[in-house]
């Protein structure tokens, strides 16, 4: 099975990658944004489909949309850490192959994956049943929403100038709620806070 993966998140695209490949019978191929993973698709066909909902070029379920419009389309699939059950149901109702949160963990993620790429349609129950009730995420429970800001800062690999920058905040306030955010999830650096927001699914 041929599947594209496209994920504007280094860390996400290699751990799929990673999960896939250790699995045997699968072929990966990686975007880094919407625009790349239509050109990929031109140039070669896939047995599915992974789409990022929040990556640069995706326009919400547009990017979907438009994927689902080529003649040559394979099935498609969303993956998401942020969209909420009604952006799930949405783009399975638009004739999705399959919706996955960012949470999901690898067993999971696999066979939701060979699931996708012989023509079935999935998505958790649990996740759909969820509602607007559901629990937070664990991580947004324990941090402000400006060390939510910071840390999503972190995943994208940014200074702590750049973050600064982008948050209209002074540096000295991104110093000094890394080192905060860092005791609060247990990270002893920038790199483990990135992996462990991504591996949690939070971004």
């Known amino acids: 099975m041929r599947i594209l993966i ?14 896939l490949d250790g699995e045997g019978g699968f072929t990966t191929d990686t975007a880094a944004d919407f625009a790349q993973a239509e050109r990929m698709l031109g140039l070669t066909s896939y047995d599915l489909v992974l789409l990022d909902f929040s990556m640069p070029g995706m326009d ?18 969303i993956i998401s850490g942020t ?6 149901e949405q783009a399975l109702a638009a004739g999705a192959a399959g919706f996955l949160p960012k949470t999901l963990s690898a067993r999971s993620m696999v066979n939701a994956v060979r699931f996708m790429a012989m023509g079935e349609q999935y998505a958790p129950l649990d996740f759909l049943r969820g509602g607007d009730d559901a629990p937070a995420h664990p991580l947004t429970e324990k941090l402000s929403q400006r060390e939510l800001q910071v840390l999503e800062g972190l995943t994208f690999g940014k200074s702590n100038k750049e973050i600064a920058r982008d948050l209209d905040i002074r540096e000295p306030t991104v110093k000094l709620h890394v080192k905060t955010l860092y005791r609060k999830i247990g990270a002893a650096n920038r790199t483990q ?3 462990i ?4 699914g939070l971004f």
């Open 6 to 19: 496209a994920d504007d998140h280094d860390l996400l695209r290699d751990m799929i990658v990673l999960y």
């Open 197 to 200: 927001a991504k591996e949690q």
């Open 193 to 195: 806070a990135a992996m």
């Open 60 to 77: 919400g379920l547009n990017g979907l949309s438009r994927l689902l419009e080529r003649s040559d389309a394979p099935p498609v699939a």
């Open 83 to 88: 969209a909420n059950r009604d952006v799930a």
